[in-house]
């Protein structure tokens, strides 16, 4: 051993009672020798005297629990000794002057220290941790969730039908076999246009609004025909009036047509989805109104009516012209609904036609097999049924110059299933209600009271009918059935028939068309047991 050199041993509760002299505050730190040797054994560690007086302190520090022996490190200098299996308990600095212990802070766990000295466990996989929302899959909650969409849908459908029977006028009784089409159908056309189910507001008391006129008191104070839909007028009542585009509606075909005034609405039409204006037969004689059809489609195109004098200069579309509406609510009464726009929105699709109720879709297949304004599109199934193919609109529209080819051998079946392959679609226009004359409605209401309608004319007999053959009345082949009853029960009903003639609108036939083509007239054999029809 050196000189000014000792081998001492200072255990860890010994060294907490030194009293020595002044210590400074200093990290000692032990580097390792040599690993590979036994950490057990006690080793010198050598010390550098002091400058002064060459007095030295030595110190060992036998470190608890630690496999690695200390090294050695000198005293005069500044010299840090770690473990890095052991965790030292005391800092001690020594100087020639001073020696100052350190004490750690005293929540130290000695079971950290111990266990320091453990092998090091391999280090476990982290777990990822996403900010995510997992929704779980449970059949329950799916049905509950479709339940309450159901529920809702049921709710909104349910509102939508309360604000559609405000919009009913309590006066209209229509028949059962009226065409009408489904709420969502409906929906769907007025909300491509934003149309709002809400009604246009009108200022005017209700005793005057709700009054109601005749077609033969507007033919006499306003000019038209009494049996079309888009009537012309003539220019001396057009000068006298002002007013030139009227528009009458019968609600048995047009059931979503405004039933009071100024209600938003649909209008329906049928038509073959590739004819155009040139399809059409141009009438010869400027008086001759022509079909109804023709008269609504050349309002379309602004052929006929035009707007009113202070209106002229604001027009730009065909979207933008005004109708002045009249719905038929019964027999003889037509009301004053308002001044509307029509404007086309999407057809009928072949799926919403067939989702459409049975009597909707037989109704219009029955009445246009017959009536006026169903001609076109019976001279387009016959031309397609006697050609093979779809005819050109050359071959159709040198078929409808024959005005006495009614082409009333287009049976309903047939016209239905055109419908059913898209050969025939309903047209559909949106009706928004943008204005209300009031002024137009107090005349009204101030001149029909004094109205006197004038006296019907005698029907001229028609040459085709032959005369009744002298015998006896059919009642000998029915018990029970008076010839007296019979003749009376038909002579009722044909008066009655002249009278709705001149009041009902374009769904039936003007005058000036062969009274053939009512339906009563038309005989369709159905065959027998022993002699029945076979379609090929």
């Given at each position: 051993?050196?000189?000014n050199r000792?081998?001492?041993?200072?255990?860890a509760?010994?060294?907490?009672?030194?009293?020595?002299?002044?210590i400074?505050?200093?990290?000692?730190?032990?580097?390792?020798?040599?690993?590979?040797?036994d950490?057990?054994?006690?080793?010198d560690?050598?010390?550098?005297?002091?400058?002064?007086?060459?007095?030295g302190?030595?110190?060992?520090?036998?470190?608890?629990g630690s496999?690695?022996?200390?090294?050695?490190?000198?005293?005069?200098?500044?010299?840090?000794?770690?473990?890095?299996?052991?965790?030292?308990?005391?800092?001690?600095?020594?100087?020639?002057?001073q020696?100052?212990?350190?004490?750690?802070?005293?929540?130290?766990?000695i079971?950290?220290?111990?266990?320091?000295?453990?092998m090091?466990?391999?280090?476990?996989?982290?777990?990822?941790?996403?900010?995510?929302?997992?929704?779980?899959?449970?059949?329950t909650?799916?049905?509950?969730?479709?339940?309450?969409r159901?529920v809702?849908?049921?709710?909104?459908?349910?509102?939508?039908?309360?604000?559609?029977?405000?919009?009913?006028?309590?006066?209209v009784k229509k028949?059962?076999?009226?065409?009408?089409?489904?709420?969502?159908?409906?929906?769907?056309?007025l909300?491509?246009?934003?149309?709002d189910?809400?009604?246009?507001p009108i200022d005017?008391?209700?005793?005057?609004?709700?009054?109601?006129?005749?077609?033969?008191?507007?033919?006499?104070?306003?000019?038209g025909?009494?049996?079309?839909?888009?009537?012309?007028?003539?220019?001396?009542?057009?000068?006298?009036?002002?007013?030139?585009?009227?528009?009458?509606?019968?609600?048995?075909?047009?059931?979503?047509?405004?039933?009071?005034?100024?209600?938003p609405?649909?209008l329906?039409?049928?038509?073959?989805?590739?004819?155009?204006?040139?399809?059409?037969?141009?009438?010869?004689?400027?008086?001759?109104?022509?079909?109804?059809?023709?008269c609504?489609?050349?309002?379309?195109?602004?052929?006929?009516?035009?707007?009113?004098?202070?209106?002229?200069?604001?027009?730009?579309?065909?979207?933008?012209?005004?109708?002045?509406?009249?719905?038929?609510?019964?027999?003889?009464?037509?009301?004053?609904?308002?001044?509307?726009?029509?404007?086309?929105?999407?057809?009928?699709?072949?799926?919403?036609?067939?989702?459409q109720?049975?009597?909707?879709?037989r109704?219009?297949?029955?009445?246009?097999?017959?009536?006026?304004?169903?001609?076109?599109?019976?001279?387009?199934?016959?031309?397609?049924?006697?050609?093979?193919?779809?005819?050109?609109?050359?071959?159709?529209?040198?078929?409808?110059?024959?005005?006495?080819?009614?082409?009333?051998?287009?049976?309903?079946?047939?016209i239905s299933?055109?419908?059913?392959r898209?050969?025939?679609?309903?047209?559909?226009?949106?009706?928004?209600c943008?204005?209300y004359?009031?002024?137009?409605?107090?005349?009204l209401?101030?001149?029909?009271?004094?109205?006197v309608?004038?006296?019907?004319?005698?029907?001229?007999?028609?040459?085709?009918?032959?005369?009744?053959?002298?015998v006896?009345?059919a009642s000998?082949?029915?018990?029970?059935?008076?010839?007296?009853?019979?003749?009376?029960?038909?002579?009722?009903?044909k008066?009655?028939?002249?009278?709705?003639?001149?009041?009902?609108?374009s769904?039936?036939?003007?005058?000036s068309?062969?009274e053939?083509?009512?339906?009563?007239?038309i005989?369709r054999p159905?065959?027998t047991?022993?002699?029945?029809?076979?379609?090929?």
């Open positions: 051993m050196r000189k000792a081998k001492v041993e200072i255990e509760e010994e060294l907490m009672d030194v009293d020595g002299p002044n400074d505050q200093v990290n000692i730190e032990s580097p390792l020798a040599n690993p590979a040797e950490g057990n054994e006690e080793r560690i050598p010390r550098t005297p002091p400058p002064d007086n060459g007095t302190v030595d110190a060992l520090f036998r470190i608890q496999s690695v022996p200390p090294a050695e490190f000198d005293a005069g200098g500044d010299v840090q000794m770690t473990t890095p299996d052991a965790e030292v308990e005391r800092a001690v600095t020594v100087t020639p002057q020696v100052t212990v350190k004490e750690e802070p005293v929540d130290m766990d079971d950290s220290v111990l266990s320091s000295t453990e090091p466990r391999p280090e476990k996989r982290r777990r990822i941790l996403l900010d995510a929302v997992v929704i779980p899959f449970d059949r909650a799916r049905a509950h969730a479709d339940t309450d159901q809702r849908g049921g709710l909104e459908r349910q509102a939508l039908h309360d604000k559609f029977e405000l919009l009913k006028n309590p006066k028949p059962k076999n009226t065409p009408v089409l489904s709420l969502d159908t409906v929906m769907a056309r909300q491509a246009d934003k149309i189910l809400e009604p246009y005017l008391e209700p005793e005057i609004r709700d009054v109601t006129v005749r077609r033969d008191f507007m033919t006499k104070e306003y000019g025909n009494g049996q079309e839909t888009y009537p012309k007028i003539a220019e001396k009542f057009w000068k006298k009036t002002g007013m030139r585009n009227f528009m009458y509606l019968n609600l048995n075909f047009n059931p979503r047509c405004p039933e009071i005034p100024g209600a609405g649909l329906f039409d049928a038509d073959c989805p590739e004819d155009s204006d040139s399809d059409l037969p141009e009438s010869d004689d400027e008086d001759e109104a022509g079909t109804v059809e023709d609504k489609q050349k309002v379309m195109k602004g052929k006929v009516n035009d707007l009113d004098t202070d209106e002229k200069d604001k027009k730009t579309s065909d979207k933008d012209r005004t109708e002045i509406l009249f719905a038929r609510l019964g027999q003889s009464m037509w009301q004053y609904q308002g001044q509307y726009i029509l404007n086309p929105v999407n057809n009928l699709t072949v799926d919403e036609w067939k989702q109720p049975n009597n909707v879709r109704t219009w297949a029955q009445q246009l097999s017959f009536k006026g304004w169903g001609r076109d599109i019976r001279a387009q199934i016959a031309l397609q049924r006697e050609l093979g193919r779809k005819p050109t609109k050359a071959e159709k529209k040198n078929a409808l110059k024959d005005v006495d080819n009614k082409f009333l051998t287009v049976t309903p079946e047939e299933t055109a419908f059913d898209g050969e025939v679609i309903i047209v559909v226009s949106t009706m928004k943008v204005g004359n009031s002024d137009f409605q107090r005349a209401a101030e001149k029909m009271p004094l109205f309608p004038p006296p019907r004319k005698a029907k001229k007999a028609s040459s085709k009918s032959k005369p009744k053959p002298d006896k009345p000998i082949k029915r018990e029970g059935a008076s010839p007296s009853t019979s003749r009376s029960k038909k002579r009722t009903r008066e009655l028939e002249d009278h709705d003639d001149f009041e009902d609108d769904d039936i036939v003007p005058e068309e062969d053939s083509e009512s339906p009563r007239e005989y159905r065959g047991r022993s002699r029945p029809i076979v379609l090929s």
